[in-house]
């Protein structure tokens, strides 16, 4: 079972993200909270899997609580998925840089929603269509030069093309057609990257391959 906590200060929105997740019969909400303390106090008290995070709360809002869940270590395993009526850059960024594995707007699709609870559960990270170039572009806009990274250091040449390529938004299965490997090898380069660079998930290491200068902005 995949277990899922809500934070949203709209009460219908909740019970429309809980009738839609219950009908999946392997996933289970465990709680609810309608600010972002309640929320930061459920998920410590229920540890899910899952966290859909509202932004805009009282006591605490969603960019907060995540920051302190993703800062959490006996949380490593929760992962939470931002969704929000605002698809904006600056809240999208906030978002990663507070440790969040996903953006979604609240105008996605139920079955995008139900993908999205289903990848992020399983290690991988997401974004919103439309907004993941043009935010990467934004937080690596004030790069003139690749900066010297100790990250890199800890790194096997292969690992650094791995990341690159993953910089660039490719998929495991893309990445092993391009460097001609097979795509368990791919997944599992991609496995040990993030387990050196202490990353949560696959998002963050797109992070990593701007803020190294593996990825420059203007990239296709």
Known sequence: MTRIFLADDQALVRGGFRALLESEADFEVVGEAASGRAALDGVR?????VVLMDIRMPDGDGLWATGEITADPSLAHTHVVVVTTFELDD???????????GFLVKDTEPVELIRAVRVVAAGDAL????????????????????PHSDQLALLTEREREVLALVGRGLSNDEIAAELVLSPLTAKTHVSRMMSKLGARDRVHLVVTAYETGLVRPGWN
């Open 45 to 49: 008290r229920t540890r899910p899997d």
């Open 91 to 101: 809240y999208v960024a906030e978002a990663i840089r507070a440790g969040a594995s």
């Open 127 to 146: 974004l919103s269509p439309g907004v993941t170039r043009r935010l990467l572009a934004r937080m690596a806009s004030g790069l003139k030069e690749a």
